[in-house]
Every structure is written in structure tokens, then in C-alpha cells.
């Protein structure tokens, strides 16, 4: 069985390490292949290989960065199928969806390409007699990435081409279940001319991350991935003295107003729900139908939701896949098995879902609960699936303390053809991405993601302007140029003329 081995110094390198882990198929049910899981020997090298790498690639100009920012670019279009195969064979998504995010990862690389002009600095001339100031930013030195398996390429990109073109040197730490396209990644940036050592891939578990964030020689780190192990990677990665942005899971409520096109929502609440099963940070888990909406709006979803088609991601007939894993597929429904003795109304049952010829896969079928209430589990926590809940309050008002008392604040959306509604609700809920008839709000690459509260640790959000202020330090320089003989005017009060 093939291994996925780490990449270090511009080659696929053999490992100190014997441990290895499986990585499956979703969709069959089968395991396919085997990725090194690395010890401190295997971290340590990697580390190694882009500390050496950072003394010439800091040194290299920001114009032939960029230009190997565009080439890279180029082969993420050339490569666009191969990439979206490798992550809908290990993830289990739809080609269609693994191909969104290859798009969606790769605008950040065009951001990137931009970095001559995101690194200007600030000039000030004569700020005193014959004194300028001006300021620049510089990299950090060797970065870390540590990303989740639901975006196999996305998330690693919201990283790796800023942290680069600023002129640091990056270690990846994929995702373990899905370490395919991190391994291709590799290949495109030396194909595209970027220097040995300059991005390293190190595939593991926890072993690997913990030595990424006690490594003395790691300067910035960042994390992607569920709230716990985002406090635990923000809290010790702070204490061995390092930069962090530590991004976490997320409980994303849309809320529908009664002046909402009711046809609307519905397709866009069943997409953000269930596209990619559930397994996406901003997909929509808790609507929220605000007076007398509700009975008509579920209604709707019932209908729409036992239309969707469920299926292995590389048939072409398929809107969904299957989960990530068999302990994912039976987390997810012991949620709706608690649900339902809970009290709430199970409207669409997808817990005996089966797909024809598949019959070990890790299918879960659509589901939804209609009088979800707030204490109950599958309310309060990511169940990080095809589940959407139901909950009825009666005003708007109601709606947003519900969000504002729940712990995370990724994204949130509201339906209505108010602006009045639209402008109070972006103003006052306390979450970081906001959608106005927009179920999913992920910013653009120029701007920046993130969430509030538990859905974030550290003061930056990831890619975009916070990007480049994440992945550098300021400067700031003063300057005299005396002339030959100028008398010195130095003395030992600060000066004080006005
Ligand atoms: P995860 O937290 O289990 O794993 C994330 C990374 O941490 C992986 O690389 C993994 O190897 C490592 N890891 C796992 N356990 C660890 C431990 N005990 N100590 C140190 N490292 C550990 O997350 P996942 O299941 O891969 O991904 C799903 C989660 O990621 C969801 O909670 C989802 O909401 C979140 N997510 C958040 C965003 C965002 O932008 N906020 C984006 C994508 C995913």
C-alpha cells in the first residue's frame, strides 16, 4: 500500500518515524493508502530544512517572490482536476465542491501575487529639520500551518502563499485523514521554482503538532480546526513564545425573517446545510424562523431536503457525499438519536441512509429536526454534519440574544427583504462573518476570515490584509543625513521645540 511520506527540503524524504496511519476512502468505506505519522526527529528536520532555507529566501526579492506566486498560480489551474480528484477520493465531497475550493483556495494565491504593493511601506519626509521616518514590515522567519481535514487544500492556502510571498519559510502540518493534495501542493511549488526548504510538509497527529509548537525555531503559528484543540495550540504555542491565530469550530445560525422569499431561503438554507454533509466551518446548522414563518419554511426544507442526492463523490449524479469517517458517521447519529428523545421532531430521517454498491461507506443521509430547544445537545454543540435544526422564537430581538448567548461566533446569515432588519442584525450580533440573504459569508481573499468568541483564539484573522500583518513585523526607521561640518544640536533634554 502506497505511504504519503513528508516533504522536506524539495523532496519526499525517508522518515525517522515508523508510525503510520491509514487514510480511507469515504465514499467505499475502504482504506487506500498509508501516511507517515512523524516523530520530534522527523519535526525537527523540517524545521531544519526551513530555518536553512529562510537565510537566501528572506534575502530574495519581493518581485521574483511574486513571479513565483503566478507561476504557481498557473499550475493550480492546470492541475485544478487532479487536485479536486485526490480530495473528493480522501474527503468524501463532490468533484464539483472539491473543485470550489480549489478556485476558492487559489484567489488567495492571486492575492498573494499582489505582494509588492501589500508590503509598501509608510514615508514621512522631514519630520523634524533634515529628518525622515519612514516604516516597512519583514517576515517572521519559519511559520507553521496546522489545518483540518475539510478543506484539504483551502485552509492550507489561506496560509502558505502569504506566509511565503512575505519572505518566511513555512512547515505544513495537513490533516492526517486527508494528506493527498498537500503532497501534490509540494510537487506544484518546485515545479513552479520556489527554492528547496522554502515549504515543507510534515504529516502526523499529535506528536508532530506538539513539537511544531514547542519548537524554538517555529516563530508563527497557524491553526485551523475544532475549539478545543484551537485553545490548546493557541494556549501553548503563546507560552513557548510564539505568534498565533487560532481558528476554531462553529455553530452558524441563519435566521428568516417573515418577510423572507420563502423559495429563496429554502434552496440556500439546503445547499448551506448539507452541501459538502454538513462538514463545512460555515455551514448553516441552526435556522432560526423568526413569528409566524416557521410551519410554511419547514415545510419547504422537508420537501427540498428529501430531493437531495446522495451518492460517492466522483459520480457526477451526486450533491452529497459521505462523512469523513465510520466514528463520524456514528457521532453524527447519536446526535439525532438525543435529539429526538430530547424532544425534538425528527421531519427528515437520514440515519438509515444506504448508497447502492457502497455498502461500507460512511453515508448519513439529510436530516432534519424541526422544535430543536437550546439546552438540548444537538443544539449546543458542532455536530459537524448533514444536520439542520429548527428553532422557533417569535421576534427579532429574540433571534440575536439567542446568537449572542451561544459560545461561538464563526458566521451567521439573515433572510429578509428589510434593509432596516439587515443593518440592526450586522450591527448587533456578535459574530465575525455576516450574511444578508447570503447563507454563507466566506470572504473573498482580500479580505480577511474570521470568527468571534470560541470560533477564534488569537488577535488575527486569517488571509486578506490580516494575512500579511499576521505573517510580518513592523519596522519603523528615522533618519538624519548630516552635512560634512553641520553642527550637531545633540543634548541630553528630549528636544522639545515646537
Ligand atoms: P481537529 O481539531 O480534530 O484537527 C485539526 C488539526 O489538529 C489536525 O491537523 C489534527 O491532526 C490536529 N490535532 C487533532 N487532535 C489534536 C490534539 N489532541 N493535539 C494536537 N493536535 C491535534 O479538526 P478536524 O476534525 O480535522 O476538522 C473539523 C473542525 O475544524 C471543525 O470543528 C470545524 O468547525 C473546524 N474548522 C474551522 C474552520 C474555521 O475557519 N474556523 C475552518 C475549517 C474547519
Redesign the pocket.
Known sequence: MDIYEHWIAGAARPANSNRLGPVYNPATGEQERQVRLADETDVAAAVHAAKTAFESWSETSVTARARIMFAFRQLLVEHELELAGVISREHGKTIDDARGEVVRGREVVEFACGIPQLLKGDFNDQVSGGVDSFSFRQPLGVVAG??????PIM?PL?MHPIAIACGNTFVL?????VPGASDLVARLYREAGLPDGVFNVVH???V???AL?RSPDVAAVS????????K??HETATAHGKRVQA????KNHAVVMPDADLDYVTDHLVAAGYGSAG????AISAVVAVGPVADALVAKLRDKTRQVRIGPGDDPASEMGPV?SAA?RERILSYVDEGRAAGAEVVVDGRDTSVAGKPEGFYVGPTLLDHVHPAMKVYTD?I?GPVLSVLRVATLDEAIDLIAANPYG?GTAVFTSSGEVARTFQRRVPVGMIGVNVPIPVPMAFHS???WKD??FGDHH?HGPEGVRFYTRAKVVTQRWPHVNEESLAALNFPNAT
Open positions: 496546522i489545518t483540518p481535514f475539510n478543506f485552509v489561506w502540518k495537513p490533516s492526517e485523514r502526523g497527529d499529535k508532530a503538532v506538539d509548537l491553526f485551523v480546526g475544532s475549539t478545543p484543540i484551537a490548546y495550540v481558528l476554531g469550530g462553529a462538514q463545512r466551518c460555515m469523513i463520524a458542532e459537524f464563526n476570515f474570521g470568527g470560533s477564534l486569517i
